[in-house]
């Protein structure tokens, strides 16, 4: 986790819908940025206990500085203040939130016209305003569509072109990562035959260097998948 140098402001971090690992892998994140700054991590569809036994299942211990909180209701606006108060009276300096979708109302049970950009426009407003008002960082967990993705696994020259994020994240986000585990895509072996069965990639997709990036993990040592 030492590999992943993180920005400041809005942070995405993005994987494959239905295909595992995202939640997993971003409670490892966040305990491992508490070893030098207070955490909240933020979960609105699996509750503290789970949570805290999946961190155990990767053999990590957790930080003191590593607050886990499933109480929070979804997409309403007591859920943007119930954050600020958490933040304003445990001083977190980074948030991790457990997935963007939770934060959006449900089409679905809505009467007319649902408009995704505004909404999605509206609610990364409102953590930008949360990031300038108490000058932390949010991390975004968020689950793709295979259909968005145009990337191939084992690239080295990956482009943020090559999967179809919403503008307004593309736009508003400091960095933007997208993690993948070749093996739970079929792919066990490199082109020239080596296993790649533990091989975790975290494509950087957009940073402050505006170059990106490929971080190899090893699943093996982690105990993502």
Same mark, same amino acid.
């Given at each position: 986790?030492?590999?992943?140098?993180?920005?400041?402001? +809005?942070?995405? /971090?993005?994987? &494959?819908?239905?295909?595992?690992?995202? *939640?997993?892998?971003?409670? !490892? #994140?966040?305990?491992?940025?508490?070893?030098?700054?207070?955490?909240?991590?933020?979960?609105?569809?699996?509750?503290?206990?789970k949570?805290?036994?999946?961190?155990?299942?990767?053999?990590v211990?957790?930080?003191?500085?590593?607050?886990?909180?499933?109480?929070?209701?979804?997409?309403?606006?007591?859920?943007? +203040?119930?954050? /600020?108060?958490? &933040?304003?009276?445990?001083?977190?300096? *980074?948030?991790?939130?457990? !997935? #963007?979708?939770?934060?959006?109302?449900?089409y679905?049970?809505?009467?007319?016209?649902?408009?995704?950009?505004?909404?999605?426009?509206?609610?990364?407003?409102?953590?930008?305003?949360?990031?300038?008002?108490?000058?932390?960082?949010?991390?975004?967990?968020?689950?793709?569509?295979?259909?968005?993705?145009?990337?191939q696994?084992?690239?080295?020259s990956?482009?943020?072109?090559?999967?179809?994020?919403?503008?307004?994240?593309?736009?508003?986000?400091?960095?933007?990562?997208?993690?993948?585990?070749?093996?739970?895509?079929?792919?066990?072996?490199d082109?020239?035959?080596?296993?790649?069965?533990?091989?975790?990639?975290?494509?950087?997709?957009?940073?402050?260097?505006?170059?990106?990036?490929?971080?190899?993990?090893?699943?093996?040592?982690?105990?993502?998948?």
């Open positions: 986790m030492n590999q992943i140098q993180l920005s400041e402001g +809005l942070i995405l /971090l993005s994987g &494959i819908k239905n295909l595992g690992g995202r *939640t997993r892998f971003s409670l !490892k #994140l966040g305990n491992s940025i508490a070893q030098k700054e207070k955490v909240l991590y933020l979960s609105f569809d699996e509750y503290k206990e949570l805290q036994l999946m961190l155990k299942q990767m053999d211990k957790l930080n003191k500085n590593f607050e886990i909180n499933s109480c929070l209701n979804e997409f309403c606006i007591e859920t943007y +203040l119930e954050i /600020l108060t958490l &933040i304003e009276a445990n001083n977190y300096s *980074t948030i991790i939130i457990n !997935k #963007l979708n939770t934060l959006l109302p449900d679905r049970l809505m009467v007319g016209e649902f408009d995704f950009d505004f909404t999605l426009q509206t609610v990364i407003d409102s953590l930008l305003f949360i990031i300038r008002q108490f000058n932390c960082r949010i991390i975004l967990v968020d689950e793709l569509p295979m259909h968005k993705i145009n990337l696994i084992l690239s080295e990956a482009k943020l072109s090559d999967i179809r994020f919403p503008r307004v994240l593309v736009n508003s986000c400091t960095q933007i990562f997208y993690l993948c585990y070749p093996a739970e895509l079929g792919c066990i072996e082109q020239d035959g080596n296993d790649i069965s533990d091989r975790i990639e975290l494509y950087n997709l957009k940073n402050e260097n505006h170059e990106e990036e490929l971080i190899i993990l090893n699943n093996k040592e982690l105990k993502i998948y």
